[in-house]
């Protein structure tokens, strides 16, 4: 059964059992994880200058620095991120105590943290790469109950997958793959029987985007489509994109890739000895379950709520959101004219519990995010419980309802224009929003008006 669950949840590996093979080294935690340090200064002589003394005198080093003029007090400030490498808990307190005389606002985001500090995130959609290859355990890494476990061609295919992710950066084209035949035999099986559901089990936004995945992006039975080419079409019609990844992220790292609305795919496919089996997300998982509902402009907005909610969330909510990713976009199902029809992807990418998950076997409950964040679940077997949507829309504001109660010192908008995450913690910040709106409201009531005049 294929599912996200690797990337979601799998998340208390211990460290020291990893493998090391071929070029991926796990990163352990140690006191020199990525530290960012945001701080404004008044635009006066020799600000700058006194304010990094600070961190010569305590020996942080400064491994990224720049600047802009600050949007809370323009033409009087300028706003400073700075990456740090180096220092302790101990030391940025302190490095934070001394600039404080020196600034007029300061905010500490760190990776690893203690309490009361704020999880470092993303603020741009080039950060990604920050994270990419943290990853928990790796593409070419077999368990010894994996069907491919002794299959050393299989295992070399797994290799040269994670290979092109590992050197994936932003902005490039997703390298194409040469699928063997095998691989398009095992793709094809899969192929054939879900297409024989999709027409009574899946959701109507699923049936209404595969035959345009079909028509654009080379959706076929004897063909795996190339990430690049589902990437440029899902770009086109709810600006969501694909990017490689060459193992199993932790679920703040995959969340926050929502919130940039990326999603990390997986390259390779399945053992062809067990075609409706798969210990870990696939391309099959990733291109029939996943990517038609991206096409969709409310699942979307959804989807990309759960990844803003994550930013700077306390670990404890990371896991409420990541367990409600697994009963949503993993596991949900939804309601539509009467019937109960799936829009999972872990339901629209496996042929059994496509089926299970409708027979009225399994108990189903209205989705409410503040009891099915608590909900536990099964990883290796079909679901007990599944929770229902009313619709997208429905479910996008209970999700934004339950991000509320997250305890942040501020929220997040996303700027699709610069594809930047922006802080709303300020006056100026909430105005920003608010002429933009203003501006958007404009737009709407000149086309009403166009409409009415039309009547």
Not at 304 to 319: M, V
Request: hydrophobic residues 35%; aromatic residues 12%.
């Amino acid at each position: 059964r294929s599912s996200d669950l690797a990337i979601i949840l799998k998340t208390t590996m211990d460290q020291g059992t990893w493998k090391r093979e071929a070029s991926y080294i796990p990163q352990q935690e140690h006191n020199g994880s990525p530290t960012t340090i945001m701080f404004s200064l008044q635009d006066a002589k020799g600000a700058l200058a006194r304010a990094l003394k600070p961190f010569e005198d305590l020996g942080i080093n400064i491994t990224h620095i720049e600047s802009r003029p600050s949007k809370t007090n323009p033409g009087k400030e300028y706003d400073f991120f700075a990456e740090l490498d180096g220092g302790n808990k101990e030391t940025i307190d302190d490095l934070v105590v001394r600039l404080k005389a020196q600034t007029t606002s300061i905010i500490v985001h760190a990776r690893n943290t203690k309490d009361g500090e704020i999880p470092w995130f993303p603020r741009k959609i080039h950060e990604l790469d920050k994270f990419a290859n943290q990853i928990l355990s790796y593409g070419s890494e077999l368990d010894s109950d994996h069907p491919g476990f002794t299959d050393p061609v299989y295992r070399a295919r797994r290799k040269y997958f994670a290979d092109i992710a590992f050197n994936y950066r932003y902005g490039q084209p997703i390298p194409r793959v040469e699928y063997t035949e095998e691989e398009i035999k095992t793709w094809s099986t899969i192929f054939r029987e879900l297409t024989k559901l999709y027409p009574t089990h899946a959701c109507k936004e699923h049936n209404h985007a595969f035959p345009l995945l079909v028509q654009n992006c080379g959706y076929r039975e004897d063909n795996i489509p190339q990430l690049q080419d589902v990437s440029n079409f899902l770009k086109e019609c709810t600006g969501f994109q694909l990017r490689p990844v060459a193992g199993l992220l932790s679920s703040r790292d995959f969340l926050a890739g929502l919130a940039f609305r990326v999603f990390h795919s997986t390259q390779y496919i399945r053992h062809g000895s067990k075609p409706f089996y798969t210990p870990e997300p696939d391309v099959c998982h990733e291109l029939l379950g996943h990517a038609p509902l991206f096409c969709d402009p409310d699942f979307a907005r959804f989807s990309q709520e759960i990844g803003l909610a994550s930013l700077g969330a306390p670990d404890n909510y990371i896991e409420q959101l990541a367990t409600l990713y697994w009963f949503t976009i993993e596991f949900g199902m939804c309601k539509q004219n009467g019937e109960v029809k799936a829009y999972g992807a872990g339901l629209l990418s496996s042929f059994g519990e496509l089926q299970y998950c409708l027979s009225g076997k399994p108990e189903v409950r209205p989705l409410d995010p503040f009891k099915t964040a608590l909900q536990k679940y099964l990883i290796t077997e079909m679901q007990p419980i599944y929770f229902l949507a009313e619709s997208f829309q429905d479910a996008q504001e209970k999700i934004v309802e339950f991000s509320r109660t997250i305890p942040r010192p501020f929220a997040v908008h996303y700027n699709p224009y610069t594809q930047t995450v922006e802080i709303l913690n300020t006056k100026t910040s909430l105005h920003n929003i608010a002429r933009d709106l203003k501006h958007e409201l404009s737009i709407l009531d000149e086309g009403l008006q166009k409409v009415i005049s039309a009547l």
